[in-house]
């Protein structure tokens, strides 16, 4: 989708990602253009954090492109909301002719659970013990 409208700083285009874990957290990945439209910049707001991706410029690139700020932003632990719904917004930068979401991907954050850290921790007791055995003896 295109937010080309609109110099008035506003975000008129939203999106929203539902059917998530309620508190969980993910990795949000926003991609603008990839470099098909010159003059294309984009700012993104999701839970009220602005980021810029500043487009290309000149004539668009084939393949398409994708670096970091310039074609595509990372927002990372994005929490859910109680209803398991994350919502954002997008519009074109200030000075821009366009601005772009042409794509998204979201990406579950893996936290380890309490079991899996005492278990390391007995496991590195269980080295210690063993090398200050094999020392004393």
Do not use: C, W
């Not at 707001?45 to 970091?68: D, E, K, M, W, Y």
């Not at 595509?72 to 821009?96: L, M, N």
């Amino acid at each position: 989708d295109s937010a080309d409208y609109g110099n008035d700083g506003l975000f008129h285009s939203a999106f929203i990602i539902s059917g998530l874990t309620p508190g969980a957290a993910y990795s949000l990945y926003l991609y603008g253009d990839g470099g098909k439209a010159a003059g294309a910049a984009t700012d993104y707001s999701v839970n009220s954090v602005v980021q810029t991706i500043t487009g290309r410029s000149g004539s668009a690139t084939t393949p398409p492109l994708f670096t970091l700020g310039t074609d595509y932003t990372i927002y990372s632990s994005v929490v859910a909301d109680g209803s398991g719904t994350i919502t954002g917004y997008f519009k074109k930068s200030t000075g821009a002719v366009y601005g772009f979401l042409d794509g998204m991907q979201i990406v579950a954050e893996v936290v380890p659970e309490p079991s899996t850290f005492a278990l390391l921790g007995l496991g590195g007791l269980f080295v210690f013990r063993r090398t200050r055995r094999g020392v004393s003896e």
